[in-house]
């Protein structure tokens, strides 16, 4: 392929600027509005068809040239692991409990934003000057933490921020030449290949787009949202874990999940679900014949919408593809562009090709 | 049936690649059944007397314990992760399959000590390969462990006659049916050993009136074993209840009656830790009463599962009891 493939390997600025204020929203799991809104306005004017249903998921649907189209669902989700605030303590700090997981040990000392207009604030740590041994041993338990808005009383903080609101990592995004930086690469990297795959019609495929919601607390909106399109394939389109620095000790690191540079993950098996043998095959296939990188994630725990999509009605052919990212779930998390845009290509080059003999098992 | 049931045991089938089981299952019940077909997640559903009568759907499930790939390394060992109820226990020196006639042998880092079980991590397998080149494995391939079967005294000792057994069980009793007043729904699932996925996805497509699951189930007659009033030999097992579901008691005495009826041998059962596809089943659409036709088998999830011949029999004749007459369940 490389030549006649419509996606440029390099990102435009359009791509980036989307990616960018994709990744700066505010959206925990229930709380998906802002990014809705940002997917939204890029993609209805290339929606056939474009609805919010129940539970807040966005489907778009995009029909390209032909009869008897190939009905294909790919799914990004768009919330994002983060806290929400549960009661505002005696002095105005904010008390609050985690959405998704999140370690812990990631939230201290860290600058976060608050509901949509992203109020500053921090979650508040004690100065080492002032710790025990003992504590420096511990985790400070969530329970014992408060988001600090810069108030000194109850009351002023309550006229700002509600029970229920939510906060996220305060990070911004940055390039740095071939890397870029951001907090929600989970998975606002997938939403952002989602949006412009929709830029692109392709003969034969009629193209179901799903943005859900609720992904990180149960894969609950990709479950409806299945269940509504009844699709014919569904590939869901994610952001998995690299944990592929060298080990400690200089031996050979085996537990990586998944490669920076190495192209899109491909799912072969996860927590959730086996992939569908002749769509592996077909996306194998595909990278090889294009000459398009890519990986097989390590087979192991965790799970993507795909696990919700292929358990829908009478079973739905279903497999996963993933940017690899260093450092998800925490407040800063690194890609590789040259894996943002294999992963697209990718994509776009299976379902240029697919027929249903992918389907075959 | 102790030749069909070799031939399935020795069948390579982990989780999502049953293919192999369902081309046998498949060249032994078509004759006698009057629709078949293979659902998107690879279950076969054979059906008999389709749009007669009460719908009962008898499901079996065709996977079984396996690993897949996870890495190969440097010098040709392969790292692997589990699928489905791998114990570690079973791990070290035991042999694994892959398509293609390919066999590996498990070992452990030396960091384990002598007695203990490897965690998965610190387990990998030796294709007698020397790189990452001569290593006839990649990332993501499947593998199942690997065993003969033997009969010992009136007992088979095999891997995967969990639940290859219960597999057999429903082929056999199709055989001997030939016909019946329900609309019978064999449906030979996938997957059931990572979260009875292929059920759940098939008794959504079936939607049948009664679910049925044939499945082993624990014993309590080894040596300081497990309290369980289920033993070898006794009969086949009418669960009452499991770790994930509750018999609908319609559908016990339904199956109680029978035996009685036909001067079958059977246990009650009450298992502790450990379900089956009904569990799936029971939950689908509107709700669906379940119950389960358990083969008593020891060892479970290891190379050399155990079951008795005249339990696998009495299954039989007791699931055609159950089929060949019209089956109704009364609201007490």
Aim: hydrophobic residues 40%; proline residues 5%.
């Amino acid at each position: 392929m490389g030549l006649d493939s419509p996606i440029p390997a390099r990102p435009s600025a359009t791509h980036l600027r989307l990616l960018r204020n994709l990744t700066e929203a505010v959206g925990i799991s229930g709380s998906e509005a802002q990014v809705r809104e940002i997917v939204r306005a890029h993609v209805e004017p290339l929606a056939d068809e474009i609805r919010t249903d129940a539970m807040g998921n966005l489907l778009v649907i995009r029909k390209g040239p032909g009869r008897r189209r190939l009905r294909v669902m790919l799914a990004a989700h768009m919330d994002e692991v983060g806290l929400m605030v549960v009661s505002v303590g005696s002095e105005g700090e904010l008390k609050f409990e985690r959405v998704g997981g999140l370690d812990a040990r990631q939230l201290v000392g860290k600058p976060v934003w608050i509901g949509k207009d992203r109020l500053p604030g921090v979650i508040g740590g004690k100065p080492v000057h002032l710790t025990t041994r003992e504590e420096r041993k511990q985790t400070t338990k969530v329970e014992s933490m408060g988001i600090d808005i810069g108030v000194s009383k109850k009351e002023a903080a309550e006229g700002k921020i509600t029970p229920g609101t939510g906060a996220v990592f305060a990070t911004s995004f940055r390039r740095i030449r071939g890397t870029l930086r951001a907090k929600a690469l989970d998975d606002r990297m997938g939403v952002a290949i989602l949006a412009e795959l929709l830029e692109h019609p392709i003969e034969g495929i009629e193209l179901q787009a799903a943005f859900t919601v609720q992904e990180e607390i149960g894969l609950r909106g990709a479950q409806i949202a299945a269940h509504t399109l009844k699709p014919d394939v569904a590939i869901a389109l994610d952001c998995t874990p690299a944990r592929d620095l060298p080990t400690w000790d200089g031996e050979e690191n085996t537990q990586y999940n998944a490669r920076l540079g190495h192209g899109p993950a491909i799912y072969a098996a996860d927590g959730r679900t086996l992939a569908h043998p002749g769509l592996l095959r077909h996306l194998v296939d595909t990278a090889e014949t294009a000459g398009i990188p890519y990986q097989i994630r390590q087979p192991g725990g965790g799970g993507t919408d795909a696990g919700a999509i292929h358990l829908t009605r009478e079973g739905i052919p279903s497999i996963s593809v993933s940017v690899p990212a260093r450092y998800i779930h925490t407040a800063c998390s690194i890609a590789y562009v040259s894996d943002w845009r294999n992963t697209v290509r990718l994509v776009h080059a299976a379902m240029s090709t697919m027929t249903r003999s992918a389907l075959r098992r | 049936m102790q030749e069909l049931i070799q031939r399935l045991v020795e069948a390579f089938g982990p989780s999502g690649k049953e293919d192999q089981v369902r081309d046998i299952v498949r060249g032994e019940i078509e004759p006698y059944v009057d629709e078949i077909s293979v659902s998107p997640l690879g279950g076969l559903h054979a059906i008999v007397n389709p749009g007669g009568g009460t719908k009962i759907m008898v499901a079996a499930h065709m996977d079984e314990i396996g690993v897949i790939i996870s890495h190969v390394d440097g010098n040709g060992f392969a790292r692997f992760h589990k699928i489905g109820g791998v114990f570690p226990q079973t791990l070290v020196g035991h042999r694994v399959r892959f398509e293609g006639d390919v066999t590996g042998v498990i070992g452990a880092e030396a960091s384990v000590e002598i007695g203990d079980a490897p965690k998965l991590a610190e387990a990998f397998i030796d294709f007698g390969a020397s790189s990452v080149a001569e290593c006839p494995v990649r990332v993501g391939d499947l593998g199942a462990f690997t065993r003969p079967f033997v009969k010992l005294g009136n007992r088979y000792v095999a891997k995967s006659l969990d639940d290859r057994v219960g597999v057999a069980v429903a082929i056999e009793a199709a055989k001997r049916l030939r016909n019946s007043p329900n609309e019978v729904q064999f449906a030979f699932t996938t997957q059931e050993e990572v979260g009875l996925r292929g059920a759940r996805t098939s008794a959504y497509g079936l939607d049948p009136d009664v679910g049925i699951a044939l499945d082993v189930t624990r014993t309590g007659d080894t040596p300081k074993g497990i309290k369980m009033a289920i033993e070898l030999g006794g009969g086949p097992a009418i669960k009452v209840r499991d770790s994930g579901s509750l018999s609908d008691p319609r559908v016990v005495d339904l199956m109680v009656r029978r035996a009685e009826a036909a001067h079958i041998p059977y246990q009650l059962e009450v298992l502790q830790a450990g379900t089956t596809d009904a569990t799936a089943i029971q939950l689908t659409r509107a709700g669906v009463p379940v119950g389960v036709i358990s083969i008593p088998c020891r060892y479970i999830h290891t190379p050399s599962e155990m079951v008795d011949a005249g339990d696998v029999e009495n299954s039989v004749k007791l699931l055609v009891e159950i089929l060949k007459a019209p089956v109704t369940l009364d609201r007490e």
